[in-house]
């Protein structure tokens, strides 16, 4: 009888570490596919968006500024400016808007003080920056884009050598 009650409670410990290692992997699935579409959508998202604005600005350049597509978009155009308007003059009446003019104007004042080496230094420093975040975003992409394939594999089983 104490026999057949350890080998019942092995096998329930057997299936619950299963059952564990099940959850886990699904876990690691939904995270490696969720940040892997996550990521890799915003890439294709942005450009596309790049090439369809250039698009846009192309087709209402030969369309000319008096055809009814180039009217529609200028009718948004403005509207969408008076959104901006009216935001800016909420903005204006809470006092932060001059709070940070204030401050970006000192932070202009300053930049303009410098030499003309360190504001060349700087402007070097910024396209550094631009450049840098820029492959590290492409090579985080890659990678988070493995993720998810990764997670599927060991999830499937098949990763077996891989954890």
């Known amino acids: 009888m104490v026999v057949a009650v350890d080998k019942l409670i092995l ?4 299936r619950t570490k299963e059952f564990d290692n099940k959850m886990r992997n ?3 699935l939904l995270l490696g596919m969720g940040l892997s579409f996550l990521f890799t959508g915003m890439s294709i998202k942005r450009f596309f968006q790049t090439m369809l604005q250039s ?6 350049l030969v369309e000319g500024e ?3 597509v180039n009217e ?9 400016e008076y959104a901006k308007w009216s935001l800016m003059d909420a903005a204006k009446e809470t006092g932060l808007f001059d709070s940070l003019t204030n401050k970006i ?11 003309e080496g360190t504001k060349s230094f700087i ?3 910024m396209v550094l920056g631009f450049v840098a975040g820029t492959v590290m975003m492409f090579i985080g992409g890659l990678l988070l884009f493995l993720l998810g394939p990764l997670a599927l594999l060991k999830f499937m089983g098949v990763g077996a050598f891989i954890s």
């Open 123 to 125: 402007v070097t420093l």
């Open 72 to 80: 529609k978009i200028n009718e948004l155009r403005a509207a969408i």
């Open 26 to 28: 699904m876990q690691n």
């Open 105 to 115: 104007q000192k932070a202009v004042d300053w930049f303009n003080s410098l030499s």
């Open 55 to 60: 698009l846009l600005e192309t087709f209402m």
């Open 11 to 14: 096998e329930v410990e057997a």
């Open 66 to 68: 008096t055809g009814p």
